[in-house]
């Protein structure tokens, strides 16, 4: 086994991160050393980040299954026959798999919450991609797991179509930090929580807590344009006249 072996939610994370931290430097600050190194003469290579921040063009591992699940294979063979700035796209999108199998590779013995805890965690830095291509991800505002908390980070227009809340996601951080503040229910005034599940009303677009306007996941799947209580009662209100 590798000399890392993390087995808690900290210790892979901080794995994770190590690695993670090596590969966006070698496709960044040392991207011309990373790029000779490639050289789609040699046999298939691989990109390796490691825990201790050290980054490494080399050949696949010899034994059959690896250590460790192995990085993409023969990423040299593509790098004169494409755009540089596409090769190293492409480069990160498989170190992006690559990192998230590792972690979970070392996390096969946590349990579900610890799972999506560290998933949380790594989620919660920019992807190597979107380092390399300069797309930072938008701060999205209510956004749960798209498990039974699915209606959460997404809200659906009239016509059923699913509209992504509250920014896209390749606007910048800097143009969603203004008005991005803290995320509070338009019912009870409490802040977010990942932990809880939460609506969003298609109507005046501010957030609620399930709880508190009594819809649940399950309900919310059915719903295609959500109304909020108050949105509701104005509608009422007009009609009444």
């Known amino acids: 086994m590798s000399s890392s072996n993390p087995r808690t939610v900290e210790e892979i ?48 591992a010899e034994e059959v299954p690896p250590e460790l699940p192995e990085p993409a294979l023969g990423i040299n063979f593509a790098r004169d026959g494409m755009n540089r ?13 690559w990192l998230l199998s590792v972690a979970f590779y070392f996390g096969a013995r946590l349990n579900r919450n610890e799972r999506k805890r560290i998933f949380s965690m790594m989620n919660e830095l920019p992807t190597v991609f979107e380092v390399v291509t300069d797309k930072k991800p938008a701060k999205e505002k209510p956004s749960v797991d798209s498990g039974s908390k699915s ?12 509209k992504s809340n509250p920014k896209l996601a390749d606007e910048s951080y800097e143009d969603d930090e203004d008005e991005q503040g803290e995320t509070l229910c338009g019912s009870c005034g409490g802040n977010y929580s990942a932990d809880e599940f ?44």
């Open 13 to 60: 994370f901080k794995d994770f991160s190590a690695r993670r931290a090596a590969i966006v430097r070698a496709l960044t600050s040392d991207v011309d050393e990373f790029y000779g190194l490639c050289d789609p003469e040699k046999e298939n290579l691989c990109l390796y980040g490691h825990p201790n921040e050290t980054w490494e063009v080399n050949l696949p």
């Open 85 to 97: 700035r596409d090769w190293l796209s492409l480069v990160a999108v498989h170190s992006d798999c």
């Open 151 to 162: 209606r959460g980070s997404t809200k659906r227009s009239s016509d059923g179509q699913v």
């Open 198 to 241: 939460w609506i969003g009303c298609d109507i005046c677009e501010r957030w609620f807590h399930g709880k508190c306007v009594k819809i649940t996941p399950a309900k919310a799947e059915s719903i295609k344009q959500y109304k909020c209580p108050s949105c509701s009662m104005k509608k009422v209100g007009r009609t009444s006249h």
